[in-house]
């Protein structure tokens, strides 16, 4: 049985093409992107289409993800921030203060 493409909003992908876009191969990216940028319904259809499992599997190999949604992603994912490579990486590069 061939699974239908998600129905996900253009909110995420402003500068994105869709007839471009490869819903396995560029995975990561589309999830990050609807985790950052979607909306509810966005989030529930690459649920239906990637999976929980998936979802949670290549979330944790992001380069950036914003406080916001790495919080959120460890809440809904049962996963916590040292899982993620973003908050690792950010945390051996702290930021300089800012006078």
């Not at 989030?43 to 499992?53: A, P, T, V």
């Not at 950036?64 to 949604?69: I, P, Y």
Request: proline share 3%; with cysteine.
């Amino acid at each position: 049985m061939l699974q239908s493409l998600p129905k996900i909003s253009k909110r995420a992908f402003w500068d994105v093409s869709f007839s471009t876009l490869d819903y396995e191969k560029h995975s990561l990216f589309v999830i990050q992107r609807v985790l950052e940028y979607g909306v509810f319904d966005d989030l529930r259809e690459i649920m239906y289409f990637y999976g929980r499992e998936r979802i949670a599997k290549e979330i944790v190999n992001v380069n950036w993800l914003n406080n916001k949604t790495l919080y959120f992603c460890c809440e809904i994912f049962n996963l916590e921030p040292n899982n993620f490579k973003c908050y690792t990486k950010k945390q051996s590069n702290p930021q300089l203060w800012n006078y």
